[in-house]
């Protein structure tokens, strides 16, 4: 693997990600921010941000999976939710295990992961854009 994911001593052990990786690796893979479409373009989830963090998982795993990636070549993700508040943690992470299961993976931490809330994103019905970075060997 050329992604070794680690909690140093001294930052708090989070249950969804990881506060660190280390990168070795050739080549450098970059996920443009996917969305709750499927591949034909056509909207998943209206309303439903479980549905649409599933949605956006599955597309990021597939661009890993176009660069002759897997999700433990993830070097990080950037997570966009539109509206941002606490309450909102339930869905995200069930639409999360809903993707891992589906793909038949374990959902274990996250490589390192930062949420962010925002107004809106490039479409009125997105709740939720997920970007992420990978490193091959």
């Given at each position: 693997m050329s992604v070794e994911r680690l909690n140093p001593p001294g930052l708090p052990?989070?249950?969804?990600?990881?506060?660190?990786?280390?990168?070795?690796g050739t080549r450098f893979v970059s996920i443009a921010g996917q969305v709750a479409r499927d591949a034909d373009g056509t909207p998943v989830?209206?309303?439903?941000?479980?549905?649409?963090?599933?949605?956006?998982?599955?597309?990021?795993?597939?661009?890993?999976?176009?660069?002759g990636a897997t999700v433990a070549d993830?070097?990080?993700?950037?997570?966009?939710?539109?509206g941002w508040t606490p309450d909102q943690m339930g869905p995200l992470m069930e639409g999360l295990v809903r993707a891992t299961?589906?793909?038949?993976?374990?959902?274990?931490?996250?490589?390192?992961?930062?949420?962010?809330?925002?107004?809106?994103l490039a479409e009125p019905d997105l709740l939720v854009e997920i970007q992420a970075t990978a490193v091959l060997a």
């Open positions: 052990v989070g249950p969804a990600y990881h506060q660190v990786s280390i990168a070795a989830g209206a309303g439903d941000l479980a549905a649409q963090v599933t949605q956006s998982y599955l597309n990021v795993v597939t661009g890993l999976e176009g660069a993830l070097a990080s993700v950037t997570v966009y939710v539109v299961t589906q793909l038949g993976i374990e959902p274990g931490p996250l490589p390192p992961a930062t949420l962010i809330g925002v107004a809106a």
